[in-house]
């Protein structure tokens, strides 16, 4: 089981940029493909975006896709969010996310981290 802890999360305009941070725990996040996901009030939770093991592969979601970066530091141990051109319809709960090495399921799962984009 790896521990995951988000931040980097607040209020912004629209328009502005926001870094998320991921940071793990108990080990490797190397054997782990990883994701964010957000949840808006009233709304179920959504995938975002998710990063192979060896950071060969991303994909996004299309809501996001070309405005929204993650990226991973296995060497830290961190996974990274980075999002520009912020939406309010960004305003949601940020979450990362773990999928062990043959799993097809997220494993693991942060706190979640607010983000907040005022028109």
């Known amino acids: 089981q790896v521990q995951l802890v988000e931040s980097g999360g607040g209020l912004v305009q629209a328009g502005g940029s926001l870094r998320l941070s991921c940071a793990a725990s108990g080990r490797s996040i190397s054997r782990y493909t990883m994701g964010w996901f957000r949840q808006a009030p009233g709304k179920e939770r959504e995938f975002v975006a998710r990063?192979?093991?060896?950071?060969?592969?991303?994909d996004y979601a299309d809501s996001v896709k070309g405005r929204f970066t993650i990226s991973r530091d296995n060497a830290k141990n961190t996974m990274y969010l980075q999002m520009d051109s912020l939406k309010p319809e960004d305003t949601a709960v940020y979450y990362c996310a773990a999928m062990i090495v043959l799993s097809v399921t997220w494993t693991d799962w942060g706190q979640g981290t607010q983000v907040t984009v005022s028109s």
């Open positions: 990063i192979t093991r060896s950071e060969d592969a991303a």
